[in-house]
């Protein structure tokens, strides 16, 4: 309904702009009185130019923005739409400082708030194992992290993660095992089936 009314407002200011704007020209300028005058030939182009300008401003210009948007949209999406995704520059800084304790603790904070986002687990996990040499707290980072992963390519690298804290910290190849089986069954005839496999020959001493 308000889009109606705007577009019927804006034809009526065309409307309204484009006769004052003859009434003008026919009284001022003598346009279309002497047809077969060059002089007046050129007013009267010139004048037929700017009323076209004249609809152009009030319908054409807006119509055009709004088809912009619109297919815009479609590639980009509008600011209302986008995910709002997070932000981990406190807990970064709070590395770069030293301060593994407290990055951990911006990052569990992220985790909290971003509950689908795998990277404060898997960094998280990076400075348990790395910097506060706990690797079960890593190991249990990388299956809260295994949990949510969504693409493909993460989900394989977090297994292949786990296998080898499985295998160093808790000399559990069994374990390991199973997370390459479950590579191979989720995403059979790909690289990381293939990945897979040539890490299951070597568990098994083959």
Known sequence: MKLGRAILLRIVVALVATGVWWWLGARHAGIVSRPEHPAD????????MA????????LGWPALVAWG???GSLFWGSDASMEVRPQFSIAEARVKQGRYAEAIVE?????AQFPGEVTP??????LLLER????EGAIAELEAAMGIATT????????????DLY?????DRAAARRLMEEIQQQFPNTKHAKAAAERLGRLEGK
């Open 69 to 71: 948007e619109s297919w």
């Open 167 to 171: 295998v160093a910290q808790r000399g």
């Open 132 to 135: 506060c040499d706990d690797p």
């Open 121 to 126: 687990h898997l960094r998280m996990a990076e």
């Open 152 to 163: 493909d390519d993460a989900s394989a690298m977090i297994r292949h993660r786990l296998a």
């Open 107 to 111: 990052y569990r904070k992220a985790a």
């Open 51 to 58: 009323t076209g300008v004249i609809w152009f401003v009030t």
């Open 41 to 48: 030939r050129f007013m009267t182009l010139i004048w037929f």
